[in-house]
C-alpha cells in the first residue's frame, strides 16, 4: 500500500543531513529519544539502523531507524522522533519515509512498529492496525521486541504494519561497524 505524498523533495532533503549514528552519537541520540519519551534500547548495537538529523548548532533535532528480522523480510521501524522546536509540515513524515526506504532497500518487505500515541500519523503513512503477536512472531530477535516482551509491555502496546514499496537496491545501508 503506497504512503500518501509525504513531499519527496523533503525526504530527499532529510537524506542528505541525516547523518548515520555511530558510538559518538549514542549518549546525545539517548538524551534525545528520553526527552521524547521513546524507547531506548540497542541504540548501541550494531544490527540496528539509526539517524540523526541536527539544527544549525549541532542540536539534535529528528532521529530514525529501524531493525531487520533476521530473514531481512520484516522490518521494525522504531526511533522516530522529531524535536518539538523543530516540528514543521512533512518533517516528522519524511524522517518516516526515509526509514521506510532504507529498509526496503535492505530487503524487507513488510514495515511494523509500536505505536500507542501516534496512530493517525502512521496511517497517513499507510499503516494499518496489526496483532502485536503477530508482529512479535516475525521479530522475535528485535531489540525493541525482546524488551517488550520481557517486561510484560508487549500487551499493552498497539502494532502497526504496511507493506513495503518495492525499491531498488541501489546502495544497501549496511551495518554499523561493531564498537571495539
Known amino acids: 500500500m503506497p504512503a500518501k505524498d509525504v513531499g519527496r523533495t523533503e525526504v530527499e ?9 555511530e558510538d559518538e552519537h549514542v549518549a546525545g541520540l539517548t538524551a ?4 521524547v ?3 531506548l534500547s540497542a541504540l548501541d548495537s550494531p544490527d540496528v539502523f539509526l539517524w540523526i538529523d541536527r539544527d544549525g548548532a549541532g ?4 532521529s530514525t531507524g529501524f531493525e531487520l528480522s533476521a530473514d531481512r523480510r520484516h522490518a521494525l521501524i522504531r526511533s522516530v522522533a522529531v524535536h518539538p522546536s523543530a516540528r514543521r509540515a512533512g518533517y516528522g513524515s519524511a524522517l518516516a519515509r526515509f526509514a521506510l526506504d532504507a529498509a526496503a532497500r535492505e530487503g524487507a518487505q513488510s514495515a511494523w512498529l509500536f505505536s500507542r ?5 502512521w496511517q497517513k503513512l499507510g499503516f494499518e492496525h496489526a496483532n502485536r503477536d503477530e508482529l512479535a512472531a516475525v521479530l522475535p530477535d528485535a531489540h525493541q521486541v525482546r524488551l517488550f516482551v520481557e ?12 507493506r513495503l514499496d518495492h525499491a531498488s537496491p541501489h546502495e544497501r545501508t549496511g551495518p554499523r561497524q561493531p564498537f571495539a
Open 59 to 62: 542540536r539534535i533535532t529528528g
Open 117 to 121: 500515541r501516534s496512530g493517525p500519523f
Open 151 to 162: 517486561s510484560g509491555q508487549l500487551q499493552r502496546e498497539v502494532a502497526w504494519s504496511r
Open 13 to 21: 532533503r532529510i537524506a542528505s543531513s541525516l547523518v548515520r549514528v
Open 37 to 39: 519519551d521513546l524507547t
Open 32 to 35: 534525545f529519544l528520553q526527552d
